[in-house]
Antibody, heavy 121, light 112 residues
Framework: QVQLQESGPGLVKPSQTLSLTCTVS??????????WSWIRQHPGKGLEWIGY???????YYNPSLKSRVSTSLDTSKSQFSLRLSSVTAADTAVYYC?????????????WGQGTLVTVSS | DIVMTQTPLSSPVTLGQPASISCRSS???????????LSWLQQRPGQPPRLLIY???NRFSGVPDRFSGSGAGTDFTLQISRVEAEDVGVYYC?????????FGQGTKLEIK
């Protein structure tokens, strides 16, 4: 059974770069069917899709974040990562890593437990 | 961006009774490949979201058959045939037809 677990700093200063890693167990990052994605949830609010990466190197990002987001994948460690630059308080959120089964299925699951990142000086 | 609008935002339900949540998209969710990529997620208190339904009506592995999805085009519905205590939480619809993928604002299901 595939499981995902986020890790990274819980506190980031404004203007700095947020960096998170997701460790995948029970499955391979090399699968052609899956993309490895990030979704965030602002405190007490709804969900926002950030983007995803495929083992081929293909990436797709939310245009609202595209200029600040990058993702990478390390199959040897079974990890993928998120970097979000120039953060502000508006980037404070719970960040989830999620597996995405590509079209024509197009579903997101399972989800990691999530990690709260607070942007504050 | 496609805007997803859910109604109601809060739904008090009696145990054992049915519940229904609606989701409307600002444009058709029919993809160029002919499929409609509308999913439903459940988020229990203190938990991450989990997938219930994908492509309108397909139940994900392990999801009880009291959950069902229906709809087409821009109007979709999640139905729970008989609400159980473990169903308390927030339900989200989500579209994966067009990037950026977007979510409804959530419907809070609570027990009366």
């Amino acid at each position: 059974q595939v499981q995902l677990q986020e890790s990274g700093p819980g506190l980031v200063k404004p203007s700095q770069t947020l960096s998170l890693t997701c460790t995948v167990s029970g499955g391979s990052l090399r699968s052609v069917d899956y993309y490895w994605s990030w979704i965030r949830q602002h405190p007490g609010k709804g969900l926002e899709w950030i983007g995803y990466i495929h083992h081929s190197g293909s990436t797709y990002y939310n245009p609202s974040l595209k200029s600040r987001v990058s993702t990478s994948l390390d199959t040897s460690k079974s990890q993928f990562s998120l970097r979000l630059s120039s953060v502000t308080a508006a980037d404070t959120a719970v960040y989830y890593c999620v597996r995405y089964f590509a079209k024509p299925q197009a579903w997101f699951g399972p989800w990691g437990q999530g990690t709260l990142v607070t942007v504050s000086s | 961006d496609i805007v997803m609008t859910q109604t109601p935002l809060s739904s008090p339900v009696t145990l054992g009774q049915p519940a229904s949540i609606s989701c409307r998209s600002s444009q058709s969710l029919v993809h160029s490949d002919g499929n409609t990529y509308l999913s439903w997620l459940q988020q229990r208190p203190g938990q991450p979201p989990r997938l219930l339904i994908y492509r309108i009506s397909n139940r994900f592995s392990g999801v009880p058959d009291r959950f069902s999805g229906s709809g087409a085009g821009t109007d979709f519905t999640l139905q729970i045939s008989r609400v159980e205590a473990e169903d308390v939480g927030v339900y989200y619809c989500m579209q994966a037809t067009q990037i950026p993928y977007t979510f409804g604002q959530g419907t809070k299901l609570e027990i009366k």
